[in-house]
């Protein structure tokens, strides 16, 4: 377009957002919640685990304490989920996150297995933060105090070449990772990528790979698609302590009641079992009863998943069409088009993320925080946004994106004339 | 007695050691877990949470996520049994210990509200303990590679004049306290000693009262005891911020599926909130409002440890009868008569508590290992051992007290003569 042809539709814009203005809406479409119906269709695992069942698993009644690292069951059907072995599987409480704190804590307070001293009594620690991101991880380096390196995501995954350079730096500690799906982008590692991480010869010998594999069977569109596993991968390269797989139900089952896994080494296993029986005794084991009865094996938890995608589904698909007829055509903004997660991530025309959230809000519609998805909130190009359309209903999300739309066109259209 | 007449007793008690030899025995009075007859009184809390059920309180849908500090109907029920307000109240996952885990761990890494750095950056840390006391309490500080200072109990709680003078040394940073029902005593701390704690002023800023109120309502024998209120006390006392609150429904309703909670002053509070927000999204709020709708109110709660006791009272009472029965007359040991709680303390003659634990071992009778209720299990003194009679059976207790006090003279005796 020339800057007639901008001004003329900059002025068309500008008349669709101020009609928007009189509706008074008020819409969200900020974080990745399941949606009430998800809730609803999962309802069911309340009603598997009532009085009277059978509560023993083994020796071990599942209502009394003991049983630190989680009943077999759980592990059994983690372990098929995530390609591993049971023996490498702790079953925690209801939240993965949590479980990753819980590991750079005690990484600051105690050390990991091969580390020469508690990263608390280091001057520096610095982390490899893959971009755009999750600011859930970002946020426990800014309240740990660490360095924070900024690494582009690619459509294979985080530069390589950047991440293999950063490594030899030993303050260099650790890396986020969510390999599948990834979060914001959708972005699925290629095996290439995974191959390269796995294989990485950090030089601090107490590297940790954060493998956040928190959509590992969450396609909400097409089949189940295979995934490596890390442990292996990191075994093989003999790298088998590097990395923390980490997973739930949270997704699957419920948010505030689902079950947490971390995956890793024996030695990991052995090294971190000692110091979690510090703090517990035992996590909630009814409820990794209720979940192994409800979800019984993979098979099973991935027919789930596929009526959880009949739900997603076309949510995801009012997103993605409304970009590709409003957006694609204009050039202004890309996106890559996942097949499962929970978001969709909009790199804006450069330096209108911040006034496209702002027009948003202004009309009614409340985004994720432009920036949220770099660490301390900071992106360099004021570009990317965080589309979660999952909470919502499916009425609600057309609604949204249109009032998006119209915000990013908006605001590209000013940046492109001043 | 004299000389004579030991030998003669001595010859008496191995015979009948012997006799015990031949028995196979194979009992345990070890651990303070609840018996199979307890988890199956509250096992009806599987029911009232089905499918179906109305899952809002207020505009919050128990089974997403957010809600990151507990459910309000769970925060009323704590603070009236604990005599608090519910916005004193933090509801967390299955296990008071990992919230007093977390607290020390945050110390470390963060500090608390009025360190002047986390505590990993200082050249020591002190940690008053009570003893004898719980062993996992202890094993905290271990962990942490603080300086343990044991201080000991009386029949009114920790020894006062003692604590106020060490809390002169700024590195001394907190002390453990089990108030009601100590683990394990069963001593209940007189309100004189709680305002003496109320109102100490210690060196360090930042030191922290731990009130693990693990017994608050667990009466065995008689009615309910009310107890003073921590947090006002020190709240008076001009200490709003020096204590944090501990319990739990481990041993109301289930020790593996249990609710916990801390209650803090509101500027505590607040600034756990901040730290704790980038650790968790929510703690499981479907078993919080199970327990609410459970458990009631403390009425409610209270006629249902009147049933616990119904099963735990006459465990105790076998225990506390054959003591007094076998043991009383001779003087060889010592105890509390408590009316509460989960434990029974032995103070063995001095020099014998190792050996007493190695003859119950040899007879088929595992006990908590002498030592575990001290910091690095070194009792000075060789004398303590813990009786935890409430998961066996009632005839199990039985044969188990009559094996213990054999082994309990039998070491007496060969002391006293050696």
């Not at 490498?88 to 409480?93: H, L, R, Y």
């Not at 030695?267 to 035992?282: F, G, H, P």
Request: aromatic fraction near 8%; hydrophobic fraction near 40%.
């Amino acid at each position: 377009m020339n800057r007639e042809e901008l001004l003329g539709e900059l002025s068309k814009v500008e008349k669709e957002y101020e009609e928007l203005k009189g509706l008074g809406l008020n819409l969200n479409i900020a974080r990745g919640k399941p949606g009430k119906e998800q809730l609803d269709l999962v309802s069911d695992i309340f009603d598997v685990l009532p009085s009277g069942s059978d509560f023993m698993v083994g020796n071990d009644d599942v209502r009394n304490y003991g049983v630190m690292d989680g009943i077999e069951p759980a592990k059994v059907l983690f372990a098929e989920i995530l390609d591993t072995k049971p023996e490498n599987i702790f079953v925690g409480g209801n939240a993965s996150l949590q479980l990753m704190y819980d590991t750079i804590a005690k990484a600051y307070t105690h050390g990991l297995l091969h580390s020469e001293k508690p990263w608390a009594k280091l001057e520096k620690v610095k982390w490899i933060c893959p971009v755009p991101g999750y600011d859930r991880h970002f946020a426990i380096c800014e309240s740990f105090g660490m360095e924070t390196i900024n690494v582009p995501m690619t459509e294979l995954g985080p530069d390589m070449d950047k991440v293999e350079e950063l490594i030899k730096d030993p303050a260099v500690k650790g890396m986020w990772n969510v390999p599948k799906y990834s979060n914001p982008d959708g972005i699925i590692y290629s095996e290439e990528t995974i191959n390269r991480i796995a294989s990485m010869k950090p030089a601090a010998k107490d590297f940790v790979v954060m493998w956040d594999n928190a959509y590992c069977i969450h396609e909400f569109e097409g089949d189940y698609i295979p995934f490596p596993d890390i442990l292996s991968a990191c075994e093989k390269a003999g790298n088998p302590d590097m990395v923390f797989e980490f997973a739930s139900t949270s997704k699957v089952t419920l948010p505030g009641a689902g079950v947490a896994v971390f995956a890793c080494s024996p030695a990991n296993m052995e090294y971190m079992k000692k110091l979690i029986t510090i703090q517990a005794i035992s996590f909630d084991k009814t409820n990794q009863l209720r979940h192994a009865l409800y979800l019984k094996d993979k098979e099973h938890t991935l027919a789930l998943m596929k009526k959880h995608a009949g739900i997603l589904g076309p949510k995801f698909k009012t997103v993605l069409d409304t970009l590709e007829r409003e957006i694609e055509p204009l050039g202004i903004a890309s996106w890559q088009k996942p097949k499962g997660g929970y978001f969709v991530s909009i790199n804006c025309y450069p330096g209108t993320a911040k006034e496209t959230w702002r027009l948003c809000k202004e009309v009614g519609l409340t985004m994720t925080g432009a920036g949220a998805t770099y660490p301390h909130g900071e992106d360099p190009d004021d570009s990317n946004l965080r589309i979660a359309p999952s909470l919502p209903a499916p009425e609600v999300v057309k609604q949204a994106m249109d009032v998006f739309c119209t915000c990013l066109k908006l605001a590209a259209l000013k940046k492109l004339i001043a």
